[in-house]
């Protein structure tokens, strides 16, 4: 843990990478319009583990979190300038959480819209952001 924290670029890789297959993992094999509710905790309690480990303060999480949101979208092959950008809310914690949600919907839009599973989709998102 201490390596991370010494490390911010890593950090935010090892994050983000456990972002987006965490985010298909919680969406299962079956990327069906299974919606998150709220009273369903996995998301933000993940959300809160991921930070944690990466040793991440909350807004270079919710930046990271904008950069996979660009890159599942390109990663299905979604059109970005139809595809929502989430408002950005002025409490920190609040503002993750819905992101969060958002993210968890838009991995079974994506995996629907480009016709792959959720975890190959991860994979292919995982590629993108690799390369650039």
């Given at each position: 843990?201490?390596?991370?924290?010494?490390?911010?670029?890593f950090?935010?890789?090892?994050?983000?990478?456990?972002?987006?297959?965490?985010?298909?993992?919680?969406?299962?094999?079956?990327?069906?319009?299974?919606?998150?509710?709220?009273?369903?905790?996995?998301?933000?309690?993940?959300?809160?583990?991921?930070?944690?480990?990466?040793?991440?303060?909350?807004?270079?999480?919710?930046?990271s979190?904008?950069?996979?949101?660009?890159?599942?979208?390109?990663?299905?092959?979604?059109?970005?300038?139809?595809?929502?950008?989430?408002?950005?809310?002025?409490?920190?914690?609040?503002?993750?959480?819905?992101?969060?949600?958002?993210?968890?919907?838009?991995?079974?839009?994506?995996?629907?819209?480009?016709?792959?599973?959720?975890?190959?989709?991860?994979?292919?998102?995982?590629?993108?952001?690799?390369?650039?």
């Amino acid at each position: 843990m201490a390596d991370l924290a010494r490390d911010p670029a890593f950090a935010e890789r090892v994050f983000v990478a456990e972002v987006v297959r965490g985010m298909a993992a919680l969406r299962g094999e079956d990327a069906g319009p299974r919606r998150h509710t709220k009273d369903d905790l996995s998301i933000p309690l993940g959300l809160s583990a991921w930070i944690v480990r990466a040793a991440m303060d909350l807004p270079t999480a919710y930046d990271s979190l904008l950069t996979v949101r660009r890159a599942l979208v390109t990663a299905a092959g979604l059109d970005v300038r139809s595809e929502p950008v989430p408002l950005r809310l002025s409490d920190p914690r609040a503002a993750l959480r819905s992101l969060g949600v958002y993210l968890y919907e838009l991995v079974g839009r994506a995996s629907r819209h480009a016709g792959v599973e959720p975890t190959e989709l991860a994979e292919r998102t995982l590629g993108l952001l690799d390369e650039g």
